[in-house]
Structures are given as C-alpha cells and as structure tokens.
C-alpha cells in the first residue's frame, strides 16, 4: 500500500497511542491484536528512518544541527523537508475492518481512531 511519509508518521502515532493508552483497556481479538503489533512494528520502523532523513536536512541546511525559528535556512529545510513527507513510499501494512476494531466495546479515543482511518477499509454508515 503507497502512503505519504507524512501519512507513515500519523499512523504510527496513532499506533503508539493504542499501545500506550492508560486510561482505556481494549479488548481486541487475538487477530486484530498480531495485525496492530505488525502494523507497529512496519510504521514504527519506518517512522525512525524519516526521523534519520530529517536529521540529514537539519545538517544539510545547518552544520551545527541546530536550525532555530525564524533563521534564514529554516525555510529551505521546511521546503526540503516537506516535500520529502510529502512523497509515496510503499508498505505492508495490514488493513483494518470496523468489526475488527469492535467500536461499541473499545472506546478508541477520537484522535487516536482519526489517525487509524487510512487503514480502515469500511466508511462509518450514513447517520
């Protein structure tokens, strides 16, 4: 499955969200759970690569690593950078039914269940 950089960092995000979530308990069947773990593991090791890419632009556009805001080489990086987000990569992540997630028994948070939704292969039906 193609997905923006930027889309690979919301997902695993929204990954790490579920993992670490103190405050909700879900009850996942043993299936969704290994396609959550896979899907983890996929987005979190493609987010540590776009965090190293990041990195080259900040030495790139300033050799001391550091780029403050408002400094002159700031907007190049944010260029640069932005347009490396914004390109296709290739996946394998796995996709997500609505029966799979089971909504009625975990209460996923809203933000959380928003950065799942381009995994999600069913539209929520009309209300």
Do not use: C, W
């Not at 308990?25 to 090791?45: E, H, P, Q, V, W």
């Amino acid at each position: 499955m193609k997905l923006t950089r930027r889309t690979v960092i919301n997902l695993a995000d929204a990954h790490l969200s579920l993992e670490r979530s103190s405050e909700h308990t879900f009850k996942f069947s043993g299936k969704t759970r290994y396609k959550i773990a896979k899907n983890t593991r996929i987005l979190r090791g493609a987010s540590e690569d776009i965090s190293k890419k990041r990195d080259e632009f900040i030495f790139k556009h300033n050799p001391t690593g550091k780029i403050e805001q408002g400094a002159p080489e700031r907007t190049a990086f944010n260029e640069d950078y932005s347009a490396y987000l914004d390109e296709q990569v290739e996946t394998n992540v796995l996709h997500y039914t609505l029966e799979e997630l089971d909504l009625d028994t975990n209460q996923i948070p809203n933000n959380v269940l928003a950065g799942l939704l381009d995994l999600v292969l069913e539209q929520v039906p009309a209300l």
